[in-house]
């Protein structure tokens, strides 16, 4: 009696069993979720290094203003000590035959991005009450600037809050020291981005 051929072969070709399917399906999953779960992180730390990148640019831009006033001006007039980076702090200061003068060692800060115009909005306070400047650049090269008793809403706004001491003779005799600290505000479900800078003027 002849044994055929297909008979030989089939036991080879029986398939997959459903342990195995199983097995497969545990592992491909597995292996998805961590690409996913990667991915999140990428995008998370993609936002977290742009949020950081935008309050590197605040402390520095608040560093440059502080440094362009004349080491006698209320803005900058410190004895030994001025602000605080842990609460919003405010002063009437007298330098130089100015003032009194209020000077806030705080603000808030909004970016906004629309149609390619990139907005800023600052909080000036004066008294009891705030008002917000905002500085537009256009997609044109022109710049805009308005006033409004109110702050700005609307998606896409990004609000950071600086704060900055002034310390006197610090760290030698003769100098100020000058710190400020950017703090991303209301970002839920993301974690608090914070940026301190210091520079040394006379």
């Known amino acids: 009696m002849e044994t055929s051929a297909f ?8 398939g997959f069993t459903l342990l ?5 399906i545990v592992v491909l999953s597995v292996g998805l979720l961590s ?3 990667l991915a999140a992180q990428m995008v998370s730390g993609t936002s977290r290094s742009h949020y950081s ?3 590197a640019d605040l402390a520095s831009e608040k560093l440059e203003d502080l440094n362009r006033w004349p080491s006698f001006d209320p803005n900058v ?9 842990t609460g919003d702090t405010s002063a009437n200061v007298t330098s130089g035959g100015i003032g009194p003068e209020l000077v806030n060692y705080y603000d808030d800060i909004q970016l906004t991005d629309k149609s390619g115009a990139i907005s ?11 008002s917000w400047k905002t500085t537009t650049h256009n997609p044109d090269g022109t710049i805009t600037t308005s006033t409004s008793t109110s702050a700005p ?5 990004i609000d950071f809050h600086r704060r900055w001491v002034i310390e006197m003779d ?3 005799t003769g100098v100020r020291r000058i710190t400020v600290l950017v703090t991303l505000e209301g970002t839920a479900g993301q974690a608090p981005v914070t940026f301190q800078m210091t520079t040394v003027r006379p």
């Open 120 to 130: 800023e909005t600052v909080s000036v306070v004066s008294g009891s009450t705030t």
């Open 77 to 85: 007039y410190v004895s030994p000590l001025a602000g605080s980076l």
């Open 153 to 157: 809403t609307g998606a896409g706004t």
């Open 20 to 24: 195995e399917t199983v097995l497969a």
């Open 53 to 55: 990148s935008l309050a």
């Open 7 to 14: 008979r030989n072969n089939k036991a080879g070709s029986e």
């Open 35 to 37: 690409v996913a779960e």
């Open 170 to 172: 610090q760290p030698v």
